[in-house]
Nanobody, 121 residues
């Protein structure tokens, strides 16, 4: 089970930190990804982390502004979002994939319920 938190309303240029708490005792065997989605659009890859944090990847639209990290002791993954833009507005989803990481949403095994991020201009 994945439970996201930390979404909200922020002005452009501001920051938010999303958290995703995972249940289970095999957290280290899963890659963790963040995706986002707006109504009528496909779910979009944002970032993933894998291999105890040694392997990370970001979409080009968030590189340099967002940082993904984990606290393995707490089975939690974070997404620090800085310099937010109105186009970052979306529902953000946390996802877990057993062994290995990809940017493809359909490759992920488990999903959280999503948390809304709204960036005002």
């Amino acid at each position: 089970q994945l439970v996201e938190s930390g979404g909200g309303l922020v002005q452009a240029g501001g920051s938010l930190r999303l958290s995703c708490a995972a249940s289970g005792r095999t957290f280290g065997l899963y890659s963790m990804g963040w995706f986002r989605q707006n109504p009528g659009k496909e779910r979009e890859f944002v970032a993933y982390i894998w291999g105890s944090g040694s392997d990370t990847r970001y979409s080009s639209s968030v590189t340099g502004r967002f940082t993904i990290s984990t606290d393995n002791a707490k089975n939690t993954v974070f997404l620090q979002m800085n310099s937010l833009k109105p186009e970052d507005t979306a529902v953000y989803y946390c996802a877990a994939k057993f062994m290995g990481a990809t940017m493809v949403a359909t490759d992920y095994d488990y999903w959280g319920q999503g948390t809304q991020v709204t960036v005002s201009s």
